[in-house]
């Protein structure tokens, strides 16, 4: 069920959508207007957040079951990864000063 309400200082709407769902919960950032969202690691969903500063999306997924990990490193743009040992899956990295997959 959805969760709204207005920013009093800006006016612009911020959307919380019911957690147990597994659905997004979003909110514009009062001070830069990006939105940032999450959503419920416990179903293997993607949690998703957007740096207000850079506008680079940083995500993760729950490693529970067996999902990548990934984060795109904000100050070089690449994307390190790593995922479940318990599932026998490469753990892997791109190293963010050489840019060679480990």
């Known amino acids: 069920m959805h969760i709204r309400s207005l920013d009093v200082h800006t006016r612009?709407?911020?959307?919380?959508?019911?957690?147990d769902t597994g659905m997004n919960i979003c909110s514009p950032?009062?001070?830069t207007s990006v939105i940032v969202c999450r959503v419920d690691v416990d179903i293997?969903?993607?949690t998703c957040?957007?740096?207000?500063h850079t506008s680079v999306i940083i995500y993760r997924v729950d490693v529970?079951?067996?999902v990548?990990?990934?984060?795109?490193?904000?100050?070089?743009?690449v994307v390190?990864?790593?995922v479940d040992v318990d599932t026998s899956v490469v753990i892997y990295g791109l190293d963010v000063h050489t840019s060679v997959v480990v």
């Not at 990548?68 to 743009?77: G, W």
Request: charged content about 20%; hydrophobic content about 40%.
């Open 64 to 66: 529970d079951n067996g």
């Open 12 to 19: 612009v709407v911020v959307c919380l959508v019911d957690f």
């Open 44 to 46: 293997g969903v993607n």
């Open 49 to 52: 957040s957007l740096d207000v």
């Open 80 to 82: 390190v990864c790593r």
């Open 68 to 77: 990548d990990i990934c984060s795109l490193d904000v100050h070089t743009s």
């Open 29 to 31: 950032d009062a001070n």
